[in-house]
């Protein structure tokens, strides 16, 4: 038996009827907004070189474990990029600033695909290229919380 999708409530109908009388560029617009929203929180609400684990932002794994999750520092590392200090940013997260790159490469050719009808060169990441990013993900997890050198290095 087919799914048979059911129909939208008022709320639902009314957002569905918004989004397709809108202008193409209201979706790298809305994406542009909530980046300029979290770079400018991060650059006025943030001082790693003051910072401590019972500051806000914080890290509740960190905070309640001791020990680094997958995205520990990352927010540390958005602001010393933001400030064009990468050394000191990969040092906080260095899987970060390697994807950093690549994930503004795809908002520009996505931005100027969908408002300026220009394509791009698409970045195709296959599932094993998903894969092997994820896996290192995993392993510099891993490693960040190991307690010898020099795997201390990676401690945030």
Excluded: E
């Excluded at 918004?18 to 770079?39: D, K, V």
């Excluded at 929180?41 to 680094?68: E, I, Q, R, W």
């Excluded at 906080?92 to 300026?116: D, E, G, K, N």
């Amino acid at each position: 038996m087919p799914y048979v999708a059911p129909n939208p409530g008022r709320l639902s109908g009314y957002v569905l009827r918004m989004w397709h009388r809108s202008p193409t560029w209201t979706g790298p617009a809305a994406i542009a907004t909530c980046f300029a929203g979290a770079a400018a929180y991060t650059m006025f609400s943030l001082d790693p070189d003051h910072a401590n684990a019972g500051m806000v932002p914080t890290c509740f794994v960190k905070l309640t474990t001791g020990f680094d999750c997958p995205g520990c520092g990352g927010t540390r590392a958005f602001w010393y990029a933001l400030h064009g200090n990468f050394p000191a940013a990969a040092r906080h997260h260095a899987l970060f600033i390697f994807a950093l790159p690549f994930l503004l490469y795809m908002y520009v050719a996505y931005t100027a695909q969908v408002v300026f009808k220009r394509r791009l060169p698409q970045l195709r990441l296959s599932p094993m290229v998903v894969g092997v990013v994820l896996g290192s993900w995993l392993v510099f997890s891993v490693a960040r919380n190991l307690p010898w050198a020099p795997f201390t290095w990676l401690y945030v």
